[in-house]
């Protein structure tokens, strides 16, 4: 019959000679790879590319700015809070709007249920989705004249 190997507990790890091999009869654990939870290496940005005109609202609010992408989890939405770190002021932006989820390599967007809805390329996101965006690609929260961003690598 076959017989059960027990693996050792990451506690357990013995560190071995430059050459890497481990000793006959012990498995060599992989270190774990940990997840940064507040910063980011990747210096993404969504640069704000609408035509930044409050005609079609009929009241004057302040331009939104680009949004660094700084931690890994961040929350777009209308007005700065301990939940809502990317602040886009303007009124069609739901109060927690979107999720984003930024690593090394890819970017993911999330609607959280926004009033007026979340847009890649033009296709409505379903709320409670993670949606990839892609580098230099475009992405709305709800006003396509003030909240159109296209994401790029700095």
Known sequence: MFALRARASPA???????????PKGVVRIAPIARRRATT??????????GPKSTDHLGEACEIPKDL??????MVVGRTASESVSLEIPVPTVSGAHA????????VM??????????????DELQAGIEYELKEGGEVVFGDEFLALYILQKT
């Open 12 to 22: 357990a790890r013995v560190s071995y000679s430059a050459s890497g091999f481990a």
């Open 40 to 49: 980011t290496r990747a210096g993404w940005v969504l640069k704000n590319a």
């Open 68 to 73: 660094p992408l700084t931690k890994s989890r």
């Open 99 to 106: 999720m984003i989820e930024v690593s090394d390599a890819k």
């Open 109 to 122: 967007i999330t609607d959280l249920s926004s009033t007026n809805g979340t847009f890649i390329e033009g």
